[in-house]
């Protein structure tokens, strides 16, 4: 069975830092990794969606990529901004019955 | 404009009653989900569908049940057989097929007490 780890728990940065967020998976066979955030008590945005076949996906500051054979994906977050604190997620689609599998996600707070 | 929206934002219940939570979306997606999320544990997927008049269960099915009557809408009923059923739930959905993006509503919180 699928499953997703998302180390460190919870980080804490001050502003303007760059930083990386870690996601494993334990079996490789997935079809894409798709990164999300979300803020206290509401829904998840996604950010960046990465199929098995890529190696890499950016969006302005955030850029993601992914090892499928090692089993890791990395967010990384460029010039953090305290308007970057956030729970942020991944999640797999793999070839199981479960479309998506989440982490339990990482607390990023950016400190001004 | 184009989304999903989910009401109420919050909900109390209380305990042995059946309650129900609705989920529409009109961005035409075929797909649709609902997942559980407690403090501290990643999200859980309880049902999804993909395509009208057909749901699976997922991880967590026991306590809910789920209907597709229509496209746009896919309304979750959260039983009094559900042990633990006081958590904050978030409705997907996406295109079909494997691999497609998902997006996500605003998210219920239920209170049983």
């Known amino acids: 069975k699928q499953e997703v780890t998302q180390i460190p728990a919870a980080l804490s940065v001050p502003e303007g830092e760059n930083l990386v967020l870690n996601c494993s998976f334990t079996d490789s066979a997935i079809y894409n990794l798709q990164w999300f955030r979300q803020d206290p008590g509401k829904g998840l945005t996604s950010l960046l969606l990465i199929q098995s076949s890529q190696r890499e996906q950016t969006s302005g500051r955030l850029n993601a990529s992914l090892d499928k054979s090692s089993g890791r994906s990395t967010l990384y977050i460029a010039a953090s901004q305290p308007g970057d604190s956030a729970t942020y997620l991944c999640?797999?689609?793999?070839?199981?019955?479960?479309?998506?599998?989440f982490g339990k996600g990482t607390r990023l707070s950016v400190i001004a | 404009d184009g989304g999903i929206t989910q009401s109420p934002k919050y909900l109390f219940r209380k305990e042995g009653q059946n309650v129900t939570l609705s989920c529409e979306q009109n961005l035409n997606h075929d797909a649709m989900y609902w997942y559980r999320q407690d403090p501290g544990q990643g999200l859980r997927l309880i049902y999804y569908?993909?395509?009208?008049?057909?749901?699976q269960k997922g991880d967590i099915a026991e306590g809910y049940s789920v209907s597709r009557e229509k496209k746009e809408s896919f309304p979750l009923t959260v039983t009094s057989a559900q042990k633990n059923p006081t958590a904050f739930y978030l409705c997907a959905s996406s295109y079909g097929g494997r691999g497609r993006e998902q997006y996500f509503g605003p998210g219920t919180r239920l209170t049983v007490t």
């Open positions: 569908s993909q395509i009208v008049n057909d749901f």
């Open positions: 999640a797999v689609d793999d070839s199981g019955n479960t479309p998506l599998v």
